[in-house]
């Protein structure tokens, strides 16, 4: 009786033991926290022909690495709360698909506040200026909804400028005594006229001046990854050109709001605003 019954308790120990998935995940990041970038690379089984992720409640491109593997960019946004957060990957093959989920546990993160006096015009607009603020929010949001479905970047991504970051990326900014967005980028207090050359690879899809960022590169790497120069005090990349990694496509400058000449350097992975110093330590040189 004591054998039928640990033959028993076997089978069932058995049939309710979880399946094994196909999909093994490994995330590296600086740190689970928002405005910072997540790499997740996933392995699939043999055949798979395409791989689709879906996390904070968007879609996410992978790109395939190598016969098994494949990769995704997964932006942690500057508003995103505490808490944990599903990461769901789908690969297709031959015969049907797998799925499989990782959590990230996203961690809370305080950021400083500064201080900025600028020009009166560029924090209490005149109505002269609404309709140009107007027209580059609703160009830079094409961008964005836009994206190549291409990995148009190539290797690693290099410094911008060779100066270091001075400004934290995620800041509260107060201008002129009033709150205004979280400063979604990074700062380099470079001489004006250095040049400013391409972080890597990619499509320009707008070169001109905006009301606030003053002059104003965007470069689409592909597969939702962008990066915006402002302030520039030339341009010279052409919208809808091509540009190869360490390309100039603009000059440092002081136009815009700002407080002296800088360049500013903002990424968006997905849609989400992350710290362009994440980009540059987990896929620069």
């Given amino acids: 009786m004591r054998t039928v019954m640990a033959a028993l308790v076997a089978v069932t120990a058995l049939q309710t033991a979880p399946a094994v998935s196909p999909i093994a995940f490994k995330a590296n990041a600086r740190t689970l926290q928002p405005g910072e970038l997540v790499v997740l690379t996933v392995t699939v089984p043999r055949g798979a022909s395409a791989v689709q992720a879906q996390a904070f409640s968007r879609p ?22 505490p808490g944990a957060y599903s990461v769901k990957v789908t690969a297709t093959l031959e015969n049907g698909s797998a799925s499989a989920t ?14 900025l006096t600028v020009d009166d015009a560029f924090v209490t607009p005149p109505a002269s200026a609404l309709k140009q603020i107007e027209e580059d929010s609703k160009a830079l949001e094409r961008c964005w909804a836009n994206p190549s479905a291409e990995k148009l970047w190539a290797g690693p991504f290099v410094r911008p400028v060779p100066h270091e970051a001075n400004s934290a990326f995620g800041s509260r900014s107060v201008f002129n005594g009033q709150m205004r967005n979280p400063h979604s980028g990074a700062d380099f207090r470079s001489p004006p006229g250095t040049p400013i050359k391409a972080p890597n690879a990619g499509l320009v ?27 520039l005090s030339a341009i010279d990349a052409k919208e809808g050109a091509t540009v190869a990694s360490g390309e100039v496509v603009g000059r440092v400058g002081a136009t815009g709001r700002v407080t002296g000449p800088h360049l500013h350097w903002m990424v968006r992975v997905n849609g989400a605003r992350i710290d362009p110093l994440a980009l540059l330590a987990l896929l620069g040189q």
């Fill in 102 to 115: 990782h959590t990230l546990k996203v961690v809370d993160k305080s950021f400083p506040t500064r201080k």
């Fill in 205 to 231: 899809v707008l070169a001109h001046d905006l009301y606030y960022s003053g002059g104003t590169v965007v470069i689409d790497h592909g597969l939702g990854l962008f990066s915006l120069f402002a302030h």
């Fill in 60 to 81: 996410l491109p992978a790109f395939r690495v190598d016969e098994r593997s494949w990769q995704i960019l997964a932006g942690i946004d500057l508003a995103t709360k």
